[in-house]
């Protein structure tokens, strides 16, 4: 949890040897402390600090934590394993990660930070396994002396471990890992016979005849092999989070991921869920310069990371203050798309961050580094530490946040959403197997796609776990094309007792191991749906030209055609040329609605253009109604409840002021104009809210509920 000597975490990644210089450490403290920001997390490189074996040099990092004690700054420590001493890689060659191609991992330059001992992997121990014993004790006793050192600093706020969670798709095929897949094998399975059966691979004599697959392809093998690097890695952050907790029981240990979970917690594994359950305070880095700056991806990350949190605190843990030149994602793009930071972007990505449940903004570098292909990037300071339009209005948020008169704000959390969106970690594994050497990637458009038509219908869509289905009455499952057969049994309990669900084209058509079923829809939900399949068709290249209708209400496909016979339900729309396309049926107490194929990623290629009417129709269909209806699309509102107050966000992310009528749903409340949040000079009038650009309109709801203001 986070703790209770800060109200609100605001600060920045200020250490990242050698930047910035030591002769201006003791003025940047002075600045940030003048400025509001209460909080630093260091980069703690084990390359930078063990210099050679067992001689640790933590000059200055002693002068970090003792210049945050003097000025009231409490410090993140950053373990950083993964930056390996030079030492360890001669020492331990043997023990250097490999790539599926066989090449072995090396000790690089750091992107950033101008460091040695990285090898651009957030695997492991950077260029080295931990599946090796001698490279785990060596980094285990450094995260030993790491611990033991500042657990008792004045300035320790707590331990951020394994910086954004996640590892290449090419690692780790070393010796030691291979090891490590046929203990987890062995374990699974209980005997090679048995094993060799369920990979179809009859010529197994011996456990050593394994070997993990090379190519990423639609089998058996390769879904435990997915599955394998998954427990494995996240295991190695227990261990670490362990390792540190063996020393220091009472400081906070948090972690951070990259929002990646929709589409990389297959390949790389991003699964924010898994790593935030670990940890007492998640977080994500989440940068526009290289996402985008629409408002839908800003919303994405932080919305994903919330239900990752399941109501933990999670935070903003790198936010961009600055600009970033020349990397790959900003060349070709406008230069207002998140390339050059102005204060009022600062602004309202913070302020979507928190408006969406976060409740801490980082910067990821206080100042740029002025060294490596980063040099100059992302710090709302200047090259030289001085103060900037930008980190003006840093330190303006950071002060009104951390105002006691605010507390209530902070302790109220977003109600859920009116709809979820269903993630199944196994259908993302499958897609990405499925998919691999194709160019068509179906899942993650039909995701994004669905969150993305919610979200512009004025909905806040909840990205919901397949095991917090039970939080929830009314989902939505785009893609289905896999899962397991006890995960359709969560499923179809879940709407016999009153849960609504609309699924795409091909639920569980793959069952378990990805064996395709015999009759469709597969793992018993043919009787929860009401159909059966009449025709199938994966043709996703050309899925553009599928077209169907609900209702008489034309509509756009994508992905993939499935078409039904009805054995009990209620047929709502065809194809085009006469097949039928919805089936809506009753189960149990609760509803079902089958569309025949992926409208979902139809909305993703059209850039919302297709299918907006469809979704707000489903909407329609279901019977939910909104938490809060405005009359302009431009703007985002969502509602926080706390038992300190409640609280009304309009979220402005263009250029230009808007103003919208309100209307929120029963019980709800009513706003307060009279004693606006933020900004606190607001006027209101004529019966319109107005929202100024780039900003956000914070209200406090009375609980008097009317219809509308």
Known sequence: MLRNDIQFPCGAVYFRKSNPPPEDWERDYTTAREDGLNIFRHWFMWSAIETAPGIYDWEEYDRQMDLAAKNGIKTVIAELIHAVPDWAVRKYADALQVNADGTKLGSYMGVSAATGGFSNNGGGAGALTLNCPEVKEAAGKFLTALASRYKDHPAIYGYDVWNECNYSADVDYSSYAKAAFRIWLEKKYGSLKVLAKAWNRYSYADWADIEPPAHMAPYPECIDWLQFKRDNFYDQMQWRIDTIRAVDQKNVIAAHGISGSIPNMASNGCDDWLAASKVEVYGFTWIQARKGTEPWKTWYGVDINRAAARGKPFWHAERQGGPLWLQPQVIGRDKEDGRVAEPEDIRIWSMTSLAGGARGVLNLRWRPLLDGPLFGAFGAYGMDGSRTSRSEMQSAMAKWANDPARAALWEAKPIRGEIGILVVRETQEWDYLLNYDRKEKPYPEAMWGAYRAFLDSGLQPDWVHIDDIDAYDFLYFPYPIMFTAKQAEQLRAWVEKGGTLIAE?????????????????????????????????????????????????????????????????????????????????????????????????????????????????????????????????????????????????????????????????????????????????????????????????????????????
């Open 505 to 709: 084209a091909c639920p569980g058509y793959f069952g378990d191991r990805g064996r395709v079923g015999t009759v469709q829809p597969n793992l018993g939900l043919d009787a929860v749906f009401g159909v059966h399949e009449e025709t199938v068709e994966f043709m996703p290249d050309i899925g553009d030209r599928i077209h169907f209708d609900m209702d008489g209400l034309p509509v756009d496909g994508g992905g993939l055609l499935q078409s039904y016979r009805l054995t009990g339900g209620t047929g709502r729309g065809h194809f085009t040329d006469g097949r039928l396309a919805i089936v809506e049926n009753r189960y149990g107490q609760g509803r079902t609605l089958l569309i025949g194929t992926n409208p979902s990623v139809a909305y993703y290629r059209t850039d919302g253009k297709k299918n907006g009417a469809f979704f707000a129709a489903l909407l329609a269909w279901s019977g939910r109604a909104k938490h809060v209806t405005l009359d302009n699309s431009n703007l985002f509102a969502r509602v926080h409840k706390g038992e300190k107050g409640s609280f009304l966000w309009l979220v402005n992310p263009t250029r230009t002021s808007q103003s919208t009528k309100v209307k929120l749903a029963e019980g709800l409340g009513q706003p307060d104009f009279a004693g606006p949040v933020w900004p606190v000079d607001h006027i209101h009038g004529d019966g319109n809210i107005e929202v100024s650009a780039r900003d956000v309109l914070i209200l406090p709801l009375r609980a008097k509920s009317v219809s509308q203001w």
